[in-house]
């Protein structure tokens, strides 16, 4: 879910280019009694048994499930369309967090959550998710938590044990207590097996390191608290894009740009063998590789210990015309129940302490990856996770980041000149 | 209208009540219903065409965000674009897919229609047949073209032995990739219209020709290109416009980013404006780049038509 910047689905981004402009508003049969809600959510978000449970338990609701795969070129989009003229937007929808950070100072189209009896939820949300909820100006509560982005490095068992490494997730997540050594096992796993690179990517990796250099870095990436452009002084973002600069230099990664097709290719071709990833991609990386390779990934510590990545909200616009409805709806699926329920469904990290401590999370299991305990390596991440903040311009920044360090992966650029052309055309961003 | 006439000439002073109302109707007849019946489509126009192209104006005279505030800053939406670098590079990548693409679409959907327009077996099938690429879904398109010049394991790098070629790195390389998904897709639609405007060239200009001794390539150049010069000039004026605002293709081949290439080696001018308006939420300065491009297609058909007149010489 959230954070499918390159999303997987072509046929849903082109659909929706081809198509962007087709809307459909939520009909009310109110001659009925019936109320129908519409919900907008992206990606995959897994509410749809929640959706029939809360159906059943209020017979004056219908709940209309409107869900768009691809995030930030259809999605997001539209979304700001229906904010922009006032109608069309869902009575409940899911916001990103990059996109909620964008939108944190235009509370006057979201419904203060405050007003249908969200402010006594404070404790069932991590600190930090809370706070991001709130308008900039701190007077209103406009969305509540879905989930959280904690971080693990996914591996190829067989492909290790092909490069004599060990292969066992202990061990594995021992090899690299820090990126330094990552990258040392990186240069031995190379040797060994010069057909398959260590990774796929570098700006999976540039993301990962960036969410973990921050909090050493006053918890801000490329804006500073008063929103004033850093990127050229902030060590956090040099250091993260030297280290994926130095993996390039290294020929550790296979240069693929996640949610391409080729990088999906790159699954079934043994392109790379390791890959960071946030508790969501588990589900990606078993719908991209298949059976055949059932059983030869698996789960290990990330490098630098823990990171946040992505997370997504859910918020009511103010445009619903049944806003109290709509905000019982956003409370039942942010509950601590529902954000198990999710988690089963697709692996979305839960937000709520109580979620986390909960035996069907922690001590939950995921076949398809050896049996990895993923409750216990995402949800330990989760409570220890650092809350970074974001400029309102980050994901236009991020954008211009990413996509000199495909370009760096391309021989295009030299590092130098990366870096240079990154710092400058994010400023151009910026303003 | 006779009758109308007759009556009034026999009676120049006719009843009251009946003249004004058939006068009326003369005036009705003659002057409204013409005008009447043209006018869905210019009412449709100034709805769906002038009034968006004059508030594109008015928009493009602001800085409007797309959901926020909006502040009339004049004219420097326009001067900022002209010193953007990645506007210019957008532009030059439009022309430059444009002349790559176009030259030899046309040049080879004339042969591909004057090799249709021979007797031959299945020539229906084949008529038809040229017409495929348009109507395969978009999807399928970016699929089949992805998996063709793919980097790892595609069949185009395989073909030509150069093996690990990323041809979205290169301006050089997506223009061509590029330009041949243009062409795979438009050829047949140009081929179509010249074959049905050599159709209508009459025989007997042929069997003159014959019988003078003129060769099969003379009656091409002397009797087929100058008949079909107002078909040559449609189609170059559609294929401008459709080669300068063109989107879907480069916008298919970055699997649908918008951004065209890791440092905007592909990127055109629309797909430039899409994202101003729709990634950076610029609406105010993506009008003006939408206001240049049209002022740009203008430029470039009022010189494509001037050089398609002369083809074929005077006629």
């Not at chain 1, 989930?147 to 996914?154: E, I």
């Not at chain 1, 969410?211 to 004033?228: C, H, I, L, M, R």
């Not at chain 1, 789960?299 to 709509?326: D, I, M, R």
Request: charged share 20%; with cysteine; glycine share 8%.
């Amino acid at each position: 879910m959230k954070f499918t910047r390159r999303s997987t689905a072509i046929a849903a981004v082109l659909a929706g280019v081809l198509a962007a402009g087709s809307a459909c508003s939520s009909d009310d049969s109110a001659d009925s009694g019936k109320i129908t809600l519409t919900v907008d959510t992206f990606g995959s978000f897994g509410y749809e048994e929640l959706f029939e449970q809360y159906e059943k338990d209020n017979p004056g609701i219908t709940i209309e499930h409107r869900n768009e795969k691809e995030h930030e070129k259809v999605y997001v989009p539209n979304l700001l369309k229906y904010l922009e003229t006032g109608s069309g937007a869902g009575d409940v929808v899911a916001l990103e967090e990059g996109v909620l950070t964008n939108l944190r100072g235009q509370s006057d189209k979201f419904a203060d959550l405050n007003q249908y009896g969200g402010a006594e939820l404070k404790d069932d949300f991590l600190p930090w998710k809370w706070s991001l909820g709130q308008s900039l100006d701190g007077k209103s509560l406009m969305a509540l938590g879905t989930d959280v982005g904690g971080l693990a490095m996914c591996y190829r068992t067989d492909l290790f044990e092909k490069a004599g490494l060990p292969t066992d997730r202990e061990e594995v997540g021992q090899l690299w207590p820090t990126w330094q050594a990552y990258v040392d096992t990186g240069k031995k796993f190379q040797e060994k097996v010069p057909d398959t690179k260590f990774v796929d990517g570098l700006t999976t990796l540039f993301n990962a390191v960036l969410s973990q250099e921050a909090p050493k870095n006053g918890n801000v990436t490329y804006f500073d608290a008063s929103e004033k452009y850093i990127a050229d002084t902030n060590p956090a973002v040099k250091s993260a894009f030297d280290f994926v600069a130095g993996l390039d230099q290294d020929q550790l990664s296979a240069g693929l740009k996640s949610f391409t097709p080729q990088w999906q290719t790159g699954f079934k071709k043994d392109s790379f063998a390791t890959m960071a990833c946030p508790a969501w991609m588990l589900g990606v990386i078993k719908e991209n590789s298949g059976d055949t390779y059932d059983d030869k990934w698996d789960v290990a510590a990330v490098p630098g210990g823990g990171g946040n990545w992505g997370g997504s909200f859910l918020a009511v616009p103010k445009q619903s015309e049944h806003p109290k409805e709509a905000a019982d709806l956003a409370k039942f699926l942010t509950s601590a129940k529902s954000q198990i329920t999710a988690f089963k469904a697709v692996n979305a990290l839960p937000t709520s302490p109580e979620a986390l401590a909960d035996p069907q999370v922690k001590d939950a299991k995921n076949d398809y990856f050896n049996d990895a305990p993923v409750g216990e390596i995402f949800a330990t991440t989760a409570t220890s996770l650092q809350p970074v903040q974001l400029g309102v311009k980050n994901v236009d920044v991020r954008t211009v980041f990413e996509d000199i360090l495909v370009a760096l992966g391309q021989d295009k650029l030299d590092a130098g000149e990366a870096w240079q052309k990154a710092i400058e055309d994010g400023r151009d961003k910026a303003e | 209208m006779l009758d109308v006439r007759k009556r009034s000439a026999a009676s120049p002073a006719p009843p009251a009540e009946k003249a004004p109302r058939s006068r009326w109707s003369t005036w009705f007849d003659l002057k409204a219903v013409p005008y009447l019946l043209v006018s869905p489509y210019f009412i449709l126009f100034s709805i769906f065409g002038l009034f968006p192209l004059g508030f594109t104006v008015w928009v493009s005279l602001h800085d409007w965000e797309l959901a926020g505030d909006r502040k009339w800053i004049g004219l420097e939406n326009y001067t900022e674009l002209l010193q953007d670098g990645e506007f210019w590079n957008s532009v030059l990548n439009t022309v430059g897919m444009f002349v790559l693409a176009t030259i030899p679409q046309l040049i080879l959907a004339l042969m591909l229609a004057n090799a249709l327009n021979k007797r031959m077996r299945l020539r229906l099938l084949y008529r038809l047949g040229v017409l495929v690429p348009m109507v395969t879904s978009v999807v399928a398109v970016a699929v089949v073209f992805g998996q063709l010049f793919a980097r790892d394991y595609g069949f185009v790098n395989w073909l030509l032995r150069t093996d690990g070629l990323d041809w979205t790195a290169d301006k050089w390389s997506s223009w061509t990739a590029i330009s041949v998904m243009v062409d795979w897709r438009w050829t047949g639609y140009n081929a179509l219209i010249y074959l049905a405007a050599m159709q209508a060239i009459p025989r007997d200009l042929y069997e003159a020709a014959s019988i003078d001794g003129a060769s099969a390539r003379r009656q091409f150049w002397q009797i087929t290109i100058p008949m079909l010069k107002p078909a040559i000039v449609f189609t170059t004026i559609t294929s401008t416009i459709g080669g300068l605002s063109l989107f879907t293709e480069p916008v298919m081949f970055a699997q649908g980013d918008v951004g065209g290439g890791s440092l905007g080696q592909f990127q055109t001018v629309a797909m430039y404006m899409y994202e101003s308006a729709f990634r950076h939420f610029e609406y105010g300065y993506a009008s003006a780049v939408a206001w240049m491009l049209f002022m740009m297609i203008l430029l470039v058909c009022f010189f494509s038509f001037v050089f398609t007149r002369r083809i074929g010489g005077d006629k």
